[in-house]
């Protein structure tokens, strides 16, 4: 983004913009907050980080400045507008409970074990090319418009954003949970050079998003911060302890990280909490009520590329623990597989198979 052009749009227009524009590119939400902009959970995050709970995952040691405040990054930027897409709504009652077994169970095929955020097209392409069309729609409008585009990989507290532009609530499970949607949702982020009038207060999360396929549970006229009340299913259910209702989530504990991110082994005393797992992890969000809830609704279908890939079914768990790079790369490529390479998928499948054994 250029360093010194800032054009300005009224708040309803762009109201009215992301009306038109989301629907076309398949979006369910969508918000605006005015940047710069002080992060509530700025505190949250820095503990975070201090305490270690990032298990290792040094990109988020990398510059924590920049993804408190983007106008570091991006000096123009006026607004940042936050998208959110469904990959799944709620957690079916029919889909295997990985609390009892996933892809370990007798008959479930391996994509049984993979968690719903990867079974089908790699998010990072759909989404960013879904908020790439919004922008190109409003570019036909206003030319000098410039927008970063980001999913996950950008340097923004996603959720953060999601929440400050109305688009829900936090979970104790730390996810972004719509109340009619669930928290099956994928986030991603537009840094543009735009500066709202008549925006609301920056101070202040907004209660409603500007732009919504399936409204909140009520009319919402004040934001929250969560809606938990005295549930806990997600921190009892948790098989690792990974979460704590004060400090959020320990990545160093979460069975996403070991299944996903990391290379080594699974550590001896995560093995029997991983049981059944393949790739990433869902049980705090397969047990909350929210989601369950979401599965029962007659909500639109989310964006075919979410569906299961069924060309994958020809390859059982015995062919993942030894399927070489070449095919591997093939197959995954474009799917959120690849994130854990080929020998992570080979050590994911045979933790498995030494499990059935
Ligand atoms: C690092 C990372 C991980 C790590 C650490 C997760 C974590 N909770 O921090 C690991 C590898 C474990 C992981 C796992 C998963 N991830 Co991830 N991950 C990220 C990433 C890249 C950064 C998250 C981050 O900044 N963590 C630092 C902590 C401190 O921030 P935070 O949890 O977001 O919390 C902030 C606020 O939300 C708020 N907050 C959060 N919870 C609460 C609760 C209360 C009570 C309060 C007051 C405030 C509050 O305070 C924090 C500071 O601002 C984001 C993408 C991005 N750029 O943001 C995706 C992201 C969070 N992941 C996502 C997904 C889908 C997943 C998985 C579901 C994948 C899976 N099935 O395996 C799991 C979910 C695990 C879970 N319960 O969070 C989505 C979440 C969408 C959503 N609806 O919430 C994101 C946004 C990616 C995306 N673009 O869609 N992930
Ligand atoms: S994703 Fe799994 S391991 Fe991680 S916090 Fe949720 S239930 Fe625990
Ligand atoms: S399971 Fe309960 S405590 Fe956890 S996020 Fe859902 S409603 Fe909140």
Redesign the pocket.
């Known amino acids: 983004m250029a360093a010194d052009t800032q054009i300005s749009m009224e708040w309803n227009q762009l109201r009215g913009l992301l009306a038109e524009l989301c629907p076309v590119h398949g979006l369910d939400l969508a918000g605006a907050v005015a940047l710069p902009c002080r992060?509530?959970?700025?505190e949250?995050?820095r503990d975070?980080?201090q305490q270690d709970?990032?298990?290792g995952?040094d990109?988020?040691l990398r510059d924590p400045g920049a993804?408190l405040d983007p106008t570091r990054r991006d000096p123009a930027a006026g607004t940042l507008l936050v998208f959110?897409q469904g990959y799944t709504r709620g957690w079916p009652a029919d889909d295997p409970d990985p609390v009892a077994g996933g892809a370990g169970r007798t008959g479930q095929p391996w994509t049984a074990g993979v968690?719903?955020?990867?079974r089908g097209r790699d998010?990072h392409d759909v989404?960013r090319s879904a908020i790439k069309g919004v922008v190109a729609g409003m570019k036909e409008l206003r030319p000098e418009l410039q927008a970063r585009v980001?999913?996950?990989?950008?340097?923004?507290?996603?959720?953060?954003y999601?929440?400050l532009a109305g688009l829900?609530f936090?979970?104790?499970?730390?996810?972004?949970?719509h109340e009619r949607l669930g928290?099956?949702?994928?986030?991603?982020v537009a840094v543009t050079n735009l500066v709202l009038d008549g925006a609301p207060d920056t101070a202040e999360p907004q209660a409603e998003p500007l732009y919504a396929a399936v409204p909140r549970r009520l009319r919402v006229h004040k934001a929250y911060?969560?809606a938990?009340g005295s549930c806990t299913r997600?921190l009892d259910a948790c098989p690792t302890g990974?979460?704590d209702?004060e400090l959020?989530?320990d990545?160093s504990a979460?069975?996403?990280?070991w299944?996903?991110?990391k290379r080594g082994q699974v550590p001896e005393h995560s093995r029997s909490a991983t049981r059944g797992i393949l790739?990433?992890?869902?049980i705090?969000?397969t047990v909350c009520p929210w989601n369950q809830r979401a599965a029962g609704r007659d909500l639109p279908p989310v964006d075919a590329a979410y569906g299961t890939m069924p060309e994958h079914a020809e390859r059982g768990l015995a062919d993942l623990a030894v399927m070489e790079d070449e095919e591997f790369r093939r197959r995954f490529r474009r799917t959120p597989l690849w994130r854990c390479h080929p020998e992570g998928l080979r050590r994911n499948a045979q933790r498995l198979l030494e499990e059935k054994s």
Request: glycine residues 12%; contains cysteine.
């Open positions: 992060l509530p959970h700025a949250r995050f975070w980080l709970r990032h298990g995952l990109y988020m993804r959110g968690a719903r955020y990867a998010y989404l980001s999913c996950d990989s950008g340097p923004y507290l996603e959720r953060e999601a929440w829900g936090f979970g104790r499970n730390t996810c972004l949970i928290s099956g949702l994928f986030l991603g911060l969560t938990c997600c990974a979460l209702p959020g989530l990545a979460c069975i996403s990280t299944t996903i991110e790739f990433g992890c869902d705090c969000q």
